[in-house]
């Protein structure tokens, strides 16, 4: 992809950028802290990463973070892995994330919609109340400041309240999706031994219901340290014995009483992907999350108190918590519990438009999956508040980009981000300021030094290299559960360039500052020394009408060859005939490189993905080495495991 300056796809008008946060952010910060006045954005990140300590406590100060014990200092040891954030202070998270409910109290903080797409609100003195209520009985229950509460939920207010409940006693949260097996369910939860854990009956998805009471019976079985589960009853069952109501918990009205906690206190748990192995379980900090999210979320998302924010998301994925955070910033928080596509691939478009969201985050696959379907969003629904549509989860094609522009509006801002389960942030993504060029992310974060750098550890500009981050973040885990010398943690991060984390993407830092993100490093396709991201690869063949989705794997044989397949899985009605593969391979060749055109083109019917979406490469890159599928990949943690055995048998048929 040339990172030659082409014309932008966008560019903010002078009132918008003049109205950002992030332009009254920089007046502030050049006025209190000497930050550069001009520049813009491109001046005050380098400030913001040369003068780290200044810049984070100017957004402590910004965001008006309420220590109950002030700090010594900004940062104590700034060494990655261990870095101390404001050492000695102490506050809570949800303390911060319900302060809105003292001037808007009868103002929606939630809306929830389920698949009937009518918004049902929670007022800010209701979430109060009932965080309160949940709080002290949390007490009664012995729950105390460290202790694990978890969550078997579905994107529903009453998850949103057991977090902030968790947070507020000091409890540490974590959650996973009811469409979660009871083995990947354990896989996470065994770890981290909750005392508490809150479940559903079922959940509703596709049109139909789906009962979970078997799977809640055996997560009760197999966790023992269990004091207390709470029954939810979202298909309208009666609790099971033992378990207590929810209503029961969260009737009183209670004005909430917050623990006040170390800055690196632990407020979640967190799971990798975790495709090989357990899931790494991270720990990230109530004070961390804190000024990580105002940051995202005040000044690269641009939210305030007037905002509605809809964010198309899971409990079993980071972007859930993020989204749970725009309460930090006073916005309205938009819960969508249901499926993306029903009853038809445009819905939701319509959620945007019935809750008036004003930012609408999606994945990348949505989007694209939109613009294969003939949605036509702008057309069909009323979009006009929508201001911006940010997408993760992989890279936005530059396709993806062209269509939102052309089927929203031309004069929409186009945020693209990437960052990771692992920090619970964006490394790079949206700047409400700069403009938006296809297929690149805007720029890096505030804060966070993000480079290129190629093998030997020298930063590149317009070259591919490895995505590291020079410089502590707020929100990096504090340590992974039940890794007492933190080796797993330093192993996962720091093991390539030592002190320097560095995250397994392919990407790269333009000229002009923007980011490409290239797909995973550790997947990456080499062929005769040339490197290609496999996101190259499927932005390319899935332009092909006839290909949903593609998997390529790069595969170096014990004769020192190299064997790089692509798998492709077929839209209805389409033939893997000679025509198409013609078309595959010539697509490949012109827009990427003839050396990168596939050896093979295999048809599959479908592609498996981890349980948050992603397609799944380095463990099908192992059983097409021979290695045996127990061994290659954690079965918990994928969506289909029958799938793989298409892949173990094309082994066999190749020794």
């Not at 207590?244 to 009205?253: R, V, Y």
């Not at 797993?488 to 991060?493: A, E, L, V, W």
């Not at 991201?533 to 932005?539: H, L, N, Q, R, T």
């Amino acid at each position: 992809m040339s990172t030659v300056n082409p014309q932008p796809l966008w560019r903010p008008d002078p009132e918008r950028i003049a109205q950002a946060r992030v332009t009254k952010f920089q007046a502030w910060a050049s006025a209190r802290y000497g930050a550069p006045a001009d520049g813009g954005y491109p001046a005050l990140h380098r400030w913001s990463v040369d003068e780290l300590d200044t810049f984070w406590e100017a957004v402590t100060e910004w965001f008006d973070v309420r220590f109950s014990t002030p700090c010594a200092r900004v940062l104590g040891d700034r060494s990655m892995p261990g870095a101390q954030w404001f050492p000695g202070a102490t506050l809570n998270y949800a303390e911060h994330a319900l302060r809105a409910a003292a001037t808007r109290a009868d103002e929606p903080a939630l809306l929830h919609v389920d698949e009937t797409h009518e918004p049902r609100p929670v007022t800010w003195a209701e979430l109060r109340g009932q965080v309160g209520s949940l709080a002290a009985e949390l007490r009664a229950l012995g729950v105390r400041p460290g202790d694990r509460v978890s969550g078997y939920l579905p994107n529903i207010p009453q998850a949103v309240v057991a977090l902030l409940a968790a947070a507020a006693v000091g409890a540490v949260w974590t959650s996973c999706a009811p469409d979660f097996g009871a083995r990947s369910v354990l896989d996470r939860f065994q770890q981290v031994e909750p005392v508490v854990l809150f479940t559903v009956d079922g959940y509703r998805y596709g049109g139909k219901e789906h009962d979970r009471r078997e799977t809640v019976a055996e997560l009760r079985r197999e966790l023992p340290t269990l004091r207390a589960v709470v029954h939810i009853p979202l298909l309208g069952t009666d609790a099971p014995e033992g378990a207590l109501n929810w209503s029961d918990l969260t009737e009183a009205d209670t004005e909430p009483v917050f623990e006040q906690v170390p800055f690196d206190h632990p407020l979640w748990v967190l799971y990798s992907s975790g495709t090989t192995g357990l899931p790494k379980a991270i720990v990230q900090s109530q004070g961390g999350i804190l000024v990580e999210h105002l940051k995202q979320l005040g000044l690269h998302c641009d939210l305030g108190p007037e905002d509605r924010f809809f964010w198309y998301t899971s409990t079993g994925w980071m972007m859930w918590n993020f989204l749970v955070s725009g309460l930090l910033t006073g916005t309205t928080v938009v819960l969508y519990d249901g499926s993306p596509g029903y009853p038809d691939t445009g819905a939701q478009w319509r959620i945007a438009e019935r809750t008036g969201a004003t930012l609408f985050g999606t994945s990348a696959a949505y989007v694209m999956a939109c613009r294969k379907a003939g949605v036509h969003p702008a057309r069909d629904a009323d979009l006009s508040r929508v201001r911006c549509v940010a997408t993760t989860g992989s890279p936005l094609p530059p396709d993806g980009f062209r269509w939102l522009h052309d089927e929203v509006r031309d004069d929409l801002w186009i945020a693209s981000v990437s960052g990771g389960t692992d920090v619970c942030s964006c490394f790079a993504g949206g700047v409400p300021t700069l403009p938006v060029h296809i297929g690149e992310l805007q720029a890096p974060a505030l804060g966070t030094d993000l480079q290129s750098w190629d093998p030997h550890g020298d930063p590149v500009i317009d070259e591919v290299g490895e995505l590291v981050v020079t410089n502590p973040m707020p929100s990096m885990p504090i340590r992974f559960w039940n890794d007492p010398d933190g080796s797993r943690y330093h192993d996962s991060y720091f093991d390539m360039y030592p002190g320097v984390w560095r995250h397994g993407d392919w990407i790269t830092v333009t000229s002009r500052g923007s980011v490409i993100i290239h797909g995973r490093s550790d997947s990456t396709l080499n062929r005769q020394g040339v490197r290609m991201g496999s996101a190259d690869i499927y932005e390319a063949v899935e332009r092909l009408p006839e290909i949903k989705e593609s998997l390529v794997i790069g595969v170096e044989q014990p004769d020192g060859g190299y064997w790089m397949p692509l798998f492709v899985h077929l839209a209805p009605g389409a033939t893997l005939d000679d025509d198409l593969l013609t078309r595959i391979k010539r697509t490949i060749r012109d827009q990427l490189s003839p050396r990168h055109v596939p050896d093979e083109v295999i048809e599959v019917p479908a592609v498996p993905h981890t349980l948050t979406g992603k397609r799944i490469e380095v463990p099908v890159k192992r059983l097409l080495q021979g290695t045996p599928l127990d061994k290659a990949v954690n079965a918990g943690s994928i969506d289909d495991v029958s799938l793989l055995h298409f892949y173990e048998d094309l082994a066999r048929k190749r020794r």
